[in-house]
């Protein structure tokens, strides 16, 4: 949550993030720092590009207030994919974010979700979730800087197929 925060606040600063990590990449494929690891993106340096476009001219975000409520929904999901190595926004017995936030209050205005597979270290799975390669409408980024939303909640764990997942419920107010 900390680092969705310095993203949402200081959105022209955490460019400096991606321009270094553009640095990493050989055509559509980036390897972190210490790792032997080669990482196939669909869109290569193009998506970072543009996302340090965005952030650019992006203004700053109030941060997330931190959600218990949120954060149980989403270690819903993180737990379940978790287990089996499920993908995706409906879990087969956590169901919907809508329901799983449901379970754990009433939220207002709006909700909404990001999952992201794969990094372990927050920094990259923030800046993966703003970079957003190969999601056409970029929903993921949309949501981090989303004007409407005032809380979150954040849960990650272990994924069998991609090694780590972070999923981050979102909602324009939310009572526990």
């Given at each position: 949550?900390?680092?969705?925060?310095?993203?949402r606040?200081?959105?022209?600063s955490?460019?400096?993030?991606?321009?270094?990590?553009?640095?990493?990449?050989?055509?559509?494929?980036?390897t972190?720092?210490?790792?032997?690891?080669?990482?196939?993106?669909?869109?290569?340096?193009?998506?970072v590009d543009e996302?340090i476009?965005?952030?650019?001219?992006?203004?700053?975000q109030?941060?997330?207030?931190?959600?218990?409520?949120?954060?149980?929904?989403?270690?819903e999901?993180?737990?379940?994919?978790?287990?089996?190595g499920?993908?995706?926004h409906?879990?087969r017995?956590s169901?919907?974010?809508?329901?799983?936030?449901?379970?754990?209050?009433?939220?207002?205005?709006?909700?909404?979700?990001?999952?992201?597979y794969?990094?372990?270290?927050?920094r990259?799975?923030?800046?993966?979730?703003?970079?957003?390669?190969?999601?056409?409408?970029?929903?993921?980024r949309?949501?981090t800087?989303?004007k409407?939303?005032?809380?979150?909640?954040?849960?990650?764990g272990?994924?069998?197929?991609?090694?780590?997942?972070?999923?981050?419920?979102?909602?324009?107010?939310?009572?526990?």
């Amino acid at each position: 949550m900390a680092e969705i925060n310095l993203a949402r606040t200081s959105p022209r600063s955490y460019a400096g993030f991606l321009r270094d990590f553009r640095k990493l990449f050989q055509g559509k494929l980036y390897t972190l720092p210490g790792s032997s690891t080669r990482t196939q993106t669909r869109e290569g340096v193009a998506a970072v590009d543009e996302a340090i476009r965005y952030l650019a001219r992006q203004k700053p975000q109030p941060p997330l207030s931190w959600s218990n409520g949120l954060a149980a929904a989403a270690a819903e999901l993180a737990k379940e994919q978790g287990r089996y190595g499920g993908t995706g926004h409906v879990g087969r017995q956590s169901h919907g974010v809508q329901e799983r936030i449901e379970r754990h209050g009433t939220w207002e205005r709006e909700i909404a979700e990001n999952i992201g597979y794969g990094p372990k270290e927050a920094r990259i799975m923030v800046m993966q979730l703003i970079i957003d390669d190969g999601v056409r409408d970029r929903g993921h980024r949309r949501n981090t800087f989303g004007k409407t939303f005032s809380t979150a909640g954040v849960a990650c764990g272990s994924h069998p197929g991609f090694g780590s997942m972070c999923v981050i419920d979102f909602a324009g107010g939310f009572r526990e």
